[in-house]
């Protein structure tokens, strides 16, 4: 074995001894990969979406694909219903929060348009 060989093989079988113990050692503390917590039957999903099938005080009952699934609002929470509109209801003050999405020619194109009526924007900034 050539001199420059052998100055090599230590710094090499160093490398590969300390990359194998650390490769060991986090695969013997590694926990489980499943951080999913599963919904006990008392637990409301964090999102659900579906069409309202009834409202009771402050209980709301959605149609989902999984099922009737019945959401329990906090005391005072704030709502919004998104409903189509046309240009005729949209009003001088209206805010206007528009989704795109790239496109070649254009750059962006419109996807969608969020109609917020200025009686639920609050007061104006001056």
């Known amino acids: 074995m050539n001199s420059k060989l052998r100055g090599l093989a230590l710094p090499v079988f160093a490398l590969v001894l300390v990359a194998v113990i650390a490769l060991g050692a986090g695969y013997a503390t590694a ?5 999913t917590k599963p919904e006990s039957a008392n637990e409301s999903p964090l999102f659900a979406r579906g069409a309202i099938q009834s409202v009771s005080g402050n209980e709301l009952t959605l149609s989902t694909a999984n099922g009737p699934v019945t959401l329990r609002l906090a005391q005072g929470v704030q709502t919004e219903a998104l409903r189509p509109v046309t240009a005729a209801q949209i009003t001088a003050g209206d805010w206007l929060n528009g989704g795109a999405v790239a496109h070649a020619q254009t750059l962006f194109a419109l996807v969608g348009l969020v109609v917020i009526p200025q009686s639920q924007l609050g007061e104006a900034p001056k």
């Open 31 to 35: 926990g489980s990969s499943d951080t």
